[in-house]
């Protein structure tokens, strides 16, 4: 399935991603203080350095959010799978977000978001290519455009906060 399918699918609702609450309970916020982030490979290092990408405490941060936390690591664990021609969509799939898709409208509502809507669809797609540049220091460019397109939703929803429209521009300044 190509990426502007998939990400398609995705963008008209999916399911909500895990919590990174462990198995003795621990809160979200106190998982923080134990828990780091994965190495970054040097590309991405070198052109991400906002501390935005190293805060697992922000919502907004690309690893913040409980799907990009979760993505992250789930392919960190699984980094011998990953090479050059690993795919935003790739990602996506393996970590079986294609299965969970339901149908959701493309607008966003005034109301609070709900779990398996287009916001999280959008989260969804923004922790996978964070993800694989992170761990590769490469992003396919279908994923790359996903990406932003996912960056531009959550800006308009959220009224741009400042951490998003880092990200944005900083993926889109990208020329890895």
């Known amino acids: 399935m190509s990426i502007v399918a998939l990400t398609a699918v995705l963008l008209s609702g999916c399911a909500a991603f895990t919590t990174r609450a462990d198995d003795a309970g621990v809160p979200d916020d106190e998982e923080f203080l134990v828990d780091e982030l994965p190495e970054a490979a040097p590309a991405f290092a070198a052109h991400f350095t906002d501390p935005i990408y190293d805060d697992p405490a922000t919502e907004f941060a690309p690893f913040g959010s409980d799907e990009g936390w979760d993505m992250l690591h789930e392919w960190d664990e699984r980094r011998d799978e990953l090479t050059p021609q690993t795919t935003v969509a790739d990602l996506i799939e393996g970590s079986g977000f294609a299965d969970l898709v339901s149908e959701a409208g493309f607008e966003f509502s005034d109301d609070i978001p709900e ?17 694989l540049l992170r761990l590769t220091g ?33 993926l889109q300044s990208w020329a890895g």
């Open 115 to 131: 779990p398996g809507g287009l916001e999280d669809a959008a989260t969804i797609v923004v922790g996978a290519g964070f993800t």
């Open 138 to 170: 490469q992003i396919d460019a279908e994923g790359r455009r996903e990406t932003l397109r996912a960056l531009d939703l959550l800006i308009e929803r959220y009224d741009a906060p400042p951490e998003l429209v880092r990200q944005r521009d900083d």
